[in-house]
């Protein structure tokens, strides 16, 4: 682990991860929920509370823009709103201070199961706005155990 690695950490067994950029000092640049998932914002936290007792990991790039960049991205989104599951978390964030690019392979996983499972995105968009989040999460949660991965449209600040 170094400045200006992506880094991640598994949560809830596996289910997902959470991502965030090294600033090479001992802190991290993460969407931070805090209380609530809708108020996240871009932070820097100990890399300790990152982690949150889990295994840190460094993500991989066979071609990325040098650590200054991915770090600069970073601190210059410190503060940013803006957080959405589907378009803007924090993986989304960690790709996009890395690449420039705004990715996250476990929301394309949901959008592949989607794709080859039609019977359940018709199910998502009939039932209510209660109940979607709720079919959301068990499609995301079956497309995590089968494996699949994604990546979803660009970054913006809020």
């Known amino acids: 682990m170094g400045f200006g690695d992506h880094l991640y950490v598994e949560r ?37 509370e990152f982690a949150d007792g889990g295994v840190v990991r460094v993500r991989g790039y066979a071609a990325c823009d040098p650590p200054d960049t991915a770090v600069r991205r970073a601190f210059e989104s410190l503060g940013a709103r803006g957080f959405d599951p589907l378009t803007n978390n ?3 964030f960690a790709v996009w201070c890395k690449t420039g690019r705004m990715e996250s392979s476990q929301v ?8 080859e499972q039609p019977a359940a995105a018709a199910l998502a968009l009939m039932v209510s706005p209660v109940a979607l989040p709720l079919a959301f ?11 699949l991965v994604g990546e979803t449209r660009g970054h913006r600040r809020s």
């Open 108 to 115: 394309r996983g949901v959008g592949s199961y989607l794709r």
């Open 12 to 48: 809830a067994g596996g289910l997902y991860s959470h991502h965030a950029i090294d600033c090479g000092d001992g802190t991290v640049i993460h969407y931070w929920i805090g209380g609530l998932p809708l108020r996240a914002s871009v932070e820097r936290t100990t890399l300790e």
């Open 90 to 92: 924090c993986e989304h």
């Open 137 to 147: 999460f068990a499609v995301f949660v079956g497309s995590l155990f089968n494996g």
